[in-house]
């Protein structure tokens, strides 16, 4: 498949892959294929389905504002957010790409169809120009999970180039079973394998720059949501508790007094890690989407407590195997199910993030190519079913504490698949089909959407108190 490590870990801001990367990049991309702006009078976004129902909760209004003036989720500050919106909304007007001012606001300029979704997926929005001479022009885009977008009509053209650029790779592969085929082959590893592929596009050099370049914005990630207290933003004012917690086991750690410290202890500051990177990304921080936002937590967290409580020889070059490995894992389940909360629920999100993570730490370890294919199994297996529900629409519960519990299962898939000799009795690529149509069963309100589950229960609960 013609896919890159860094098409799964793409550096972006919070709070969500699909529904703030996504629709960023889709509305700068708009604008950029157009060609020249000077006949442009006026412009409108209009959003579908997930999009709509959770887009406010999500910041797909202000990621769809930022795209419209340029911005990108890879360069756009943070901090800078909200002041750039505030100017636009007081002005009544945007920069399109910086250069051509339109009249615009929020109320008048995105539209939100909450109730109907556009055919090709859950996560569709149409962009419209606004001529001098009166005509319009528009198109149609998708964010299918992940920050990945397509436009319309492009998915039988994706497929026609992947299929050729596959043929150009080293080492092709569509399934998991191929993937296997070609190290008993090669007699390479699954991490040996994608870093042949990828140095096909790139030099050596300027892989290992990539991979660490995206380890270096994880670290930060983690420390910075170690560190910061205060309520998340969107209304719920959830408490972030990832640094009171982290401070309160430092001391812990720092006492004379060790009596209290228990056998888990280390497992609970996995889930910390994994806390810290998703409030961050709750709050609309600096992230790497792996594969999505919702789930950015997990590979992070146990990067970390790969390189600083394995004891590895080679950390560098551990953190390099974990990630091209995970990459394929990544790869696999988009091409074969889906990373999209919006299509199939939360299994396609923290499910694979945790089979990458997973099958990332085994090689890191340097287990076999086997064993890297049982942890991925074991991982995504038993997630099978998790819907998406995210209370208010906002990233935040259960989301967060939901990349906590999905750090800490991809260490047991790891023991347990390392513990064995690889053989098993359910394959990687079953389990991929069995969540792809496991997602195509579910019902639209478990996907996404905050019209089942948990986000209903909650709010009705709390709206009968009041």
Sequence with gaps: MDMSVFDLFKIGIGPSSSHTVGPMAAARRFLVEYGPLDQVVGVEAALYGSLALTGVGHATDKAVILGLMGETPQDVVPDAVDSKLAAVEAAGEIALLGTQVVPFTAAMGLIWHKSESLPEHPNGMRFTLKLADGSRVDKVYYSIGGGFIREAGEAQAEAEVESAASARVVFPFDTMEQLLAHGVESGLSIPEMLRANECVKRSDSELNEGLDRIWHVMRDCIAHGLETTGNLPGGLNVKRRAAKLWRLAQEAK??????NDLPHDAVHLVSLYAMAVNEE??????????????AAGIIPAVLRYYA???????????VRRFMLTAAAIGMLCKRNASISG?????QGEVGVACAMAAA??????GGTNEQIENAAEIGIEHHLGMTCDPIGGLVQIPCIERNGM?????ITAASLALKGDGTHFVSLDEVIETMRQTGADMQDKYKETSLGGLAVHVIT????AC
């Design 254 to 259: 720092a006492s004379d007094n060790r009596a």
């Design 406 to 410: 999905g750090a800490v299962k991809a």
């Design 461 to 464: 609960v709390n709206h009968a």
């Design 342 to 346: 919006a299509e199939v629920g939360c």
């Design 308 to 318: 600083q409580d394995c004891r590895p020889s080679d950390p560098v070059g551990g």
């Design 281 to 294: 990304n709750a709050a609309g921080g600096r992230v790497v989407t792996a594969p999505t936002n919702g």
């Design 360 to 365: 990332g730490l085994v090689a890191a370890l």
